[in-house]
């Protein structure tokens, strides 16, 4: 099983993928296809993509069954913790949490000098 | 005045809440074989927002699947919030504290069992010398493939292990390439030691953890070994042993024979995946119950973990929670 999710993408890329996929709302298209099928799908998407973005996500044989791509996207990362997927946002209370370490940092620089 | 009643639209919202974010039900959370096994973190904060247990770092927030999650092993620079780790404690996942080599315990959390069942059978195998002997030979038993002959004493399987294990490196290291100068390291001086002695302690570490939470979810004491006795962790390192040698070592050696540097991430990397395709998780508790010969049966405090438990009497448990007060006459 395979999930692509796109997002501010041509519709013609849309229109494209749904020759595969079936189309579940929009921008989020489910289905089933081989490895090298899904691969070709995920270069076609990361190509015609433009400035929208694309993810993707299927099945595969590790402890979490299943891995995720993603492309475009700066607000996001995915953060591989020895093998295990987790998806890291740089979101405001992650820059609170960055300005807090900035501020614990300079005042641990001051007091050592 | 009486308070006006809530419509009923609203009350049925009420009602799913109290299902959803009420006492976390035993019964939603993964059983502890077919989670997620390991997360290993260092430098974070891990606080709770919105519900969600996240891990923030130079990278990002990254959310935590806690539920589905065995053990949350927590190395050098990270910080917990009180209410991160209450939502850990219930939702069944282990929280250890590791050193920055991944090799020492500093503390450990509750698993999912609320029943003592698992622990008073662990009591009885363990303080009644012929059972204990019984368990210590069926462990043994689960490291050879062959079946082990009854009439050997305890101290020539000793011997035998001893044996399988000095095979199981010389294999490795011929295999890889790697050469092998005996297992070594300094406590005090971590950086010293080899690389392949530093790839068996992170994959070691890791193992210790898992045997853990399985011990922990099974509702069993850490602290009562039978192979191992004397220290605060001997049943863990009982039940590691099981697997350590033929899990880990190769995998050692195999990752410092694809580039030295970066190896204790590689080798957490490469047990992961052993984890999945042998099935520890699944394997480590079927052990568990098979070696204390116990059912897999109910947790009967799954549905209420603050439900009073029984009263002691020589003809059999009673109820408690309640008061006895009519039964001295």
């Known amino acids: ?25 929009t921008g989020v298209y489910v289905g089933h296809a081989s490895a090298l099928v899904r691969d070709l799908l995920w270069d076609k998407c990361v190509r015609y993509v433009y400035r929208g973005r694309c993810y993707q996500l299927f099945r595969t044989n590790n402890e979490q069954g299943f891995e995720i791509r993603m492309h475009g996207d700066v607000g ?7 093998g295990l997927q987790l998806m890291a946002f740089k979101d405001s209370r992650w820059l609170a949490f960055q300005q807090a370490e900035l501020e614990a940092g300079s005042m641990k620089a001051q007091n050592d000098t | 005045m009486p308070a006006p009643k809530p419509p009923a639209s609203e009350k049925r919202l009420i009602d799913s809440q109290k299902i959803i974010w009420g006492k976390q039900n035993l019964r939603e959370l993964p059983k502890f074989r077919d989670g997620l096994s390991y997360l290993y973190v260092e430098y974070a904060r891990i606080e709770v927002q919105d519900r969600s247990i996240t891990v923030l770092n130079a990278n990002g927030a990254a959310d935590v699947p ?8 927590l190395g050098p620079g990270t910080t917990v919030t009180h209410a991160a780790m209450k939502a850990l404690a219930d939702s069944g996942c282990s929280v250890l504290w590791v050193g920055e080599d991944g090799t020492r315990f500093y503390a450990g959390g509750v698993g999912e069992s609320r029943s003592s069942r698992g622990l008073q059978q662990q009591v009885r195998l363990w303080s009644d010398p012929e059972s204990h002997l019984q368990v210590v030979r069926r462990m043994y038993g689960l490291r050879f493939p062959e079946r082990l002959p009854d009439h050997l ?3 020539q399987i000793r011997g035998r292990e001893g044996a399988r294990v000095r095979d199981i490196y010389a294999r490795a290291s011929q295999e890889s390439g790697v050469p092998w100068q005996g297992r070594s390291y300094k406590r005090e001086q971590w950086d010293k030691a080899d690389p392949v002695n530093r790839a068996i302690s992170a994959g070691n570490a890791c193992l210790h953890g898992l045997a853990h939470a399985a ?22 390192y009982d039940i590691a042993d099981l697997y350590k040698a033929e899990l880990v070592i190769p995998l050692a050696f195999e990752s ?31 052990d568990l119950h098979d070696l204390m010969g116990t059912q897999p049966e109910a947790d009967v405090y799954e549905d209420d973990a603050s439900r009073p438990g029984e009263l002691w009497d020589p003809d059999g448990e009673i109820t408690g929670g309640i008061n006895h007060d009519g039964d001295d006459s």
């Open chain 1, 1 to 25: 099983m395979m999930v692509m999710i796109l997002e501010r993408v041509p519709p013609s890329l849309k229109g494209d993928l749904s020759r595969w996929l079936v189309e579940v709302t």
């Open chain 1, 76 to 82: 996001k990362a995915i953060v591989d913790f020895d």
């Open chain 2, 66 to 73: 806690s539920a589905a999650l065995g053990v949350l092993l």
């Open chain 2, 153 to 155: 004493t305890l101290r």
């Open chain 2, 215 to 236: 011990i922990l979810s099974g509702g069993y004491s850490a602290a009562l070994g039978f192979v191992h006795t004397g220290k605060q962790l001997s049943f863990v």
């Open chain 2, 256 to 286: 410092v024979a694809d580039l030295p540097e970066n190896i204790e991430t590689r080798v957490r990397g490469k047990l992961r995946q052993a984890i999945t395709s042998q099935r520890l998780l699944e394997r480590m508790v079927a």
